[in-house]
């Protein structure tokens, strides 16, 4: 699968949070292309140019080790370690880096990119440092997850679904949402929400807050209190607080009526 810019968005961010937890100067990494191969597209903390854009090939240097074993590794002298192979020795001696630890993004058992930590100097990497570098590519792969499920939602309720798949895709999308960090990200799964309605603008005499909205796609899905609960991450009692709320707000009597009101009101699809 490409990458998109949202993907580049998690890398950077995901190597920002490697060098504030590990105190490492340099944290670079990428996606995987189509193939074998993956390209380093974000750089931070690097001093030249040397490793942008360069091209792994799985199995060749520390980042290839890493896509076949899709397990962290370490060397703690690039340039003479017995661990990996030197196709890469050049770029890397540019840069003037030495101790290197590489982490594997692996999505559905799948290696779908890698994490670099990296010392000018020949100190062991491990410890604290690998566990954060790890926890930092678990950022990612939660991410791109997220996202990936999104998008299989919302092609399948644009593919011509039936009219209960589309009000189950709705409800999936608004339980996704509040679950990702990235305001961007964020915004466009609730535009596709949106889109679900079939584009029509949510009544100005009926404003119903977010989670209300939520709660609503749910119960429009079929899901029970306790269910819903566990979809939004929040407790069967705050979901029968969000749903008395809305139902007063549409002067519904019970569930079904509320669900109508806000199908009529277009906050539902």
């Not at 993004?105 to 604290?128: E, S």
């Not at 792969?141 to 709705?170: C, F, K, P, S, W």
């Not at 969000?242 to 549409?250: F, G």
Request: one cysteine or more; hydrophobic letters at 45%.
């Amino acid at each position: 699968m490409t990458a998109d810019a949202s993907d580049a968005v998690e890398i950077r961010n995901a190597l920002l949070r490697l060098r504030r937890a590990t105190g490492l100067p340099v944290a670079f990494g990428g996606l995987m292309e189509a193939g074998r191969q993956m390209r380093i597209s974000e750089l931070s903390g690097t001093a030249t140019h040397a490793l942008r854009s360069l091209v792994v090939t799985s199995g060749n240097g520390l980042g290839g080790k890493t896509v076949v074993l899709a397990r962290p590794c370490v060397v703690t002298d690039y340039s003479v370690s017995r661990q990996i192979s030197h196709e890469y020795d050049a770029p890397v001696a540019v840069e003037g880096l030495r101790s290197v630890l590489a982490v594997p993004v692996v999505v559905r058992h799948a290696v779908r990119g890698v994490l670099y930590g990296a010392l000018r100097t020949t100190l062991p990497l491990g410890g604290r440092m690998l566990d954060e570098a790890v926890e930092a590519a678990r950022d990612v792969e939660r991410a791109l997850v997220l996202r990936e499920e999104a998008r299989t939602l919302a092609a399948e309720a644009g593919a011509g679904a039936g009219r209960e798949q589309v009000r189950e895709a709705h409800a999936a999308l608004r339980a996704l949402a509040p679950k990702i960090a990235d305001p961007g990200l964020r915004a466009e799964l609730l535009d596709a929400c949106a889109l679900l309605t079939a584009g029509s603008a949510p009544s100005e005499r009926v404003r119903l807050a977010p989670r209300e909205v939520d709660v609503l796609a749910c119960v429009a899905a079929g899901a029970t209190n306790a269910v819903a609960a566990e979809r939004l991450g929040v407790t069967p009692e705050t979901v029968k607080g969000y749903l008395r709320s809305a139902m007063r707000k549409l002067r519904a009597r019970t569930r079904g009526e509320a669900v109508v009101a806000a199908r009529r009101a277009g906050w539902l699809p």
